[in-house]
């Protein structure tokens, strides 16, 4: 459906309910027009905003996505996180190493 059919489509139900409303609330002919009025224009905002953002989230969908980049970059760091923890095992291992050769050396 096009931007403007929604809008249409949505201004007329709000120009209904604006009417219903009108008809259950109003006492007297100035009430009854303001409610329809002021439920339509509340309807008719509401469908624009709702198309305006639509369409905005549309544009941000269209553009392609670098997987090749991204799957680059992820093995990169998969790759230093595994480094890292190679070091820090390693600085681990070491260091039980002098705590066990200063406890032989007390013992």
Do not use: W
Request: net charge neutral; glycine share 8%.
């Amino acid at each position: 459906m096009r931007g403007s059919n929604f809008v249409s489509f949505f201004t007329v139900q709000g120009f209904i309910a604006g009417i219903v409303f009108g008809i259950l609330q109003s006492t007297c002919a100035e009430d009854f027009l303001i409610y329809v009025l002021l439920i339509s224009s509340f309807f008719y905002l509401f469908a624009h905003l709702c198309v305006g953002f639509y369409f905005q989230t549309l544009g941000v969908k269209g553009h392609p996505f670098p997987k090749h980049s991204h799957e680059r970059s992820l093995d990169h760091y998969v790759r230093e996180i595994n480094r890292r923890e190679q070091f820090i095992d390693a600085y681990y291992a070491h260091k039980d190493e002098l705590l066990d050769g200063n406890e032989r050396r007390k013992a």
